[in-house]
Nanobody, 127 residues
Framework: QVQLVESGGGLVQAGDSLRLSCVAS????????MGWFRQAPGKERELVAA????????YYTDSVKGRFTISRDNAKNTGYLQMDSLKPDDTAVYYC????????????????????WGQGTQVTVSS
């Protein structure tokens, strides 16, 4: 019984920055790992970044390492994806997702392993 709502997408130029937000309602983030996925036209949905409940563990796909930063504020039930040095190849619909875990991994590359999804927010990067 968790709902996720993303915001913060938009149209920017290459080299610019955006910060995406994901607000959870219904239940706290404290029981879940959080992931950000993206899906570009003609491509499969890709795990971009993930973060554990306590933020001690993070995952980034190679293409965004050094440019994107994932974070969460459990007191506000909100997750974030800070995207810097954006490239046209980052253009996609970005989705936040939550994954329950107990003694298992806080992240997965499979969309089927996530319990809750946001509606998506469009990020467009022009050259």
């Amino acid at each position: 019984q968790v709902q996720l709502v993303e915001s913060g997408g938009g149209l920017v130029q290459a080299g610019d920055s955006l910060r995406l937000s994901c607000v959870a309602s219904g239940r706290t983030f404290s029981s879940y790992g959080m992931g950000w996925f993206r899906q570009a036209p003609g491509k499969e949905r890709e795990l971009v970044a993930a973060i554990s409940w306590g933020s001690a563990s993070q995952y980034y796909t190679d293409s965004v390492k050094g440019r994107f930063t994932i974070s969460r504020d459990n007191a506000k039930n909100t997750g974030y994806l800070q995207m810097d040095s954006l490239k046209p190849d980052d253009t996609a619909v970005y989705y936040c997702a939550a994954k329950s875990y107990r003694g298992a991994s806080y992240y997965s590359h499979s969309v089927n392993d996530y319990d809750y999804w946001g509606q998506g927010t469009q990020v467009t990067v022009s050259s």
